[in-house]
């Protein structure tokens, strides 16, 4: 069976966002699953030496426009959230906590995190967030809340980070084919291509 399809994102990316609605039918296309994994960029960035788009002077105007143009393009909701970036450890440990438990029920709550943010506008940084927004689709608030103050929760997020950063995973979306690396949402056309043809 072929490998999944890697999908490496930031909660805080909105190119992320942008990326996660397409990613599964993509990999679906072509018979492949979609290996969903959440990293911090703040982490990465620590290597990289980058900064959030929209904090840089110029390139942040142009980014701000390009992504609502790219939401538009797609007919996807989309506004900047009342806080942003934002801090998405807590959303991140609670992805990794339920992926164990349930991988699909991990991608829906993704999903509904992605769009909280970015449809919804709403600041999901804190882990009080992070568990409402869990119990709207079905899961244990408390269990949750109490995940995210585990200890053992907490490493494993470092844990992935680390070995994120040194799979040479630096920016969000990025997306892994076969060992193939792809940066940003506007890759999935060649990531698409890849998969028709085997690579060029």
């Known amino acids: 069976m072929a490998e999944p399809i890697a999908f490496y994102f930031d909660f805080s990316s909105p190119y992320g966002y942008l990326a996660a609605q397409r990613i599964d039918e ?4 072509h018979g492949r699953a979609v ?3 959440p990293f911090l960029l703040g982490a990465v960035f620590k290597t990289t030496g980058q900064q959030p788009l929209l904090g840089i002077p110029l ?14 393009l797609l007919g996807v909701p989309f506004t900047i959230p009342s806080v942003f970036p ?3 450890v807590a959303a991140c440990r609670a992805f990794y906590w339920l992926s164990d438990r349930n991988a699909e029920k991990a991608k829906v709550l993704a999903k509904t995190l992605y769009a909280a943010a970015f449809a ?3 600041d999901i940084s804190s882990a009080r967030a992070v568990v409402e927004i869990a119990e709207s689709v079905g899961i244990d ?18 844990s992935e980070v680390d070995s994120i950063t040194a799979a040479g995973v630096f920016g969000s979306p990025f997306i892994v084919v076969d060992g193939e ?8 056309e060649q990531v698409e291509k890849w998969l028709e043809t085997g690579g060029w």
Not at 59 to 71: F, L, Q, T
């Open 26 to 29: 993509l990999g679906t296309r």
């Open 35 to 37: 290996a969903w994994k």
């Open 59 to 72: 390139k942040g105007d142009y980014g701000r426009r390009d992504m609502e143009r790219s939401a538009r």
């Open 86 to 88: 934002f801090m998405s």
């Open 120 to 122: 919804g506008g709403r």
């Open 141 to 158: 608030g408390t269990e949750l809340a109490e995940a995210l103050r585990d200890p053992a929760v907490k490493d494993r997020l470092r």
């Open 181 to 188: 690396p792809f940066w940003g949402h506007d890759r999935l």
